[in-house]
């Protein structure tokens, strides 16, 4: 591989943005509420992964960033189908806590769809707007790529989980709330985490996918 882009530095890149996105997932079973406002505990999180996005989309390209993304989908999808195998396997005599594990990894699937379904769709748009971005936007103000992208991105992400998980069962107030909420508060970690896409150079040569 080309010493350009070394193993470590792609493993790195695409590991951790699919564990940020697994561990949004986990603990978005749990809601808070700060400031007057709920929102699921993995918002924090999940706010990071725009920015590690296009961090991986920096160093590696469209297609990498593409794939990460596909990628962490399936992983969270089969995350929550072996939870509910495991919650349903029978538990042994002495061991006492099935209802915690039922409590914390029994993901109500609606929820647990629309989330995967949200992330799924905001960063594919947030690929594609850093892509454009990237071509008009100078290296020296890169920040501006990752502002941009998250401007959309980052509601898109908002409305559609809010909607596709509480539609029907939250009113209209409510779910405006929920929206507006988890968008203030992913603007400003996503806005903190900024600096990251620093911390990796820009390569004008990407890794080519290998093809039989």
Sequence with gaps: MDKRNPVYLVTILIGVYIALQMIADVTAVKIVEIAGITLP????????????????????????????????AFINLGMVLYFAF???????????????????LGVVPRIAIAS??????????????????AARIPEKHQYLRVLGSNGLSIPLDSIVFGTLAFAGVMDFSSLLSLWVGQTVFKYIVASVSIPLVYLVK???ERLEFVSA
């Design 41 to 72: 505990a993995g918002t924090f999180v999940f706010a990071v992964t725009f920015t590690w996005r296009d961090m991986l989309h920096k160093r590696l390209g469209k297609e990498w960033a593409r794939a990460a993304i596909i990628a962490a």
């Design 86 to 104: 495991v919650i349903d396997l029978p538990a042994a005599g002495f061991w006492g806590n099935q209802e915690a594990l039922e409590t914390i």
């Design 116 to 133: 995967i379904l949200a992330e799924l769709i905001s960063e594919l748009v947030d690929t594609e707007i850093y892509h454009r971005l």
């Design 202 to 204: 820009e390569s004008k």
